[in-house]
Nanobody
C-alpha cells in the first residue's frame, strides 16, 4: 500500500508563489505516474497536473498552464508542484495521488480522479486578493 504525504501549502497573496511537495512511501506501483488534484469548498475535485514516471511528459489543466510546473525526483519518491502567479480562484485543498502506467505515461494521461489512487491527506492553499 502507498502512503502519500503532502506539504508546502499556506496563505499567500495573489501573484505570489508556493511550492507543494508530496512524498510517497510503502509499496509503490512499478513505473507509477503522479498527479495533483484540488478541491475547493462546494466543488468537485479537479485535475491540476500530472507527470509520467520518466518525468519526460507533463500534463496540465488549462486553468494552470503556464503558471504551475510539476516535477519529480524518483530517487526521493517525491513530486513537486511549483505554483506561480497564484490567483484567488486557486484556493483549494491540494491532493497528490499515484496511478499506474496504464492510465498515465509518456503517451497520454487520464485526468479522471477515479483513475488515480492512494490519495494523500491534502494541503490547504489559500490565495488572498
Amino acid at each position: 500500500q502507498v502512503q502519500l504525504l503532502e506539504s508546502g501549502g499556506g496563505l499567500v497573496q495573489a501573484g505570489g508563489s508556493l511550492r507543494l511537495s508530496c512524498a510517497a512511501s510503502g509499496r509503490t506501483p512499478r513505473n507509477y505516474a503522479m498527479g495533483w488534484f484540488r478541491q475547493a469548498p462546494g466543488k468537485e475535485r479537479e485535475f491540476v497536473a500530472a507527470i509520467s514516471w520518466s518525468g519526460g511528459s507533463t500534463y496540465y489543466a488549462d486553468s494552470v498552464k503556464g503558471r504551475f510546473t510539476i516535477s519529480r525526483d524518483n530517487a526521493k519518491n517525491t513530486v513537486y508542484l511549483q505554483m506561480n502567479s497564484l490567483k484567488p480562484e486557486d484556493t483549494a485543498v491540494y491532493y497528490c495521488a499515484v496511478t499506474i502506467q496504464g492510465y498515465c505515461s509518456d503517451y497520454g494521461c487520464s485526468r479522471a480522479s477515479g483513475d488515480f489512487g492512494s490519495w494523500g491527506q491534502g494541503t490547504q492553499v489559500t490565495v488572498s486578493s
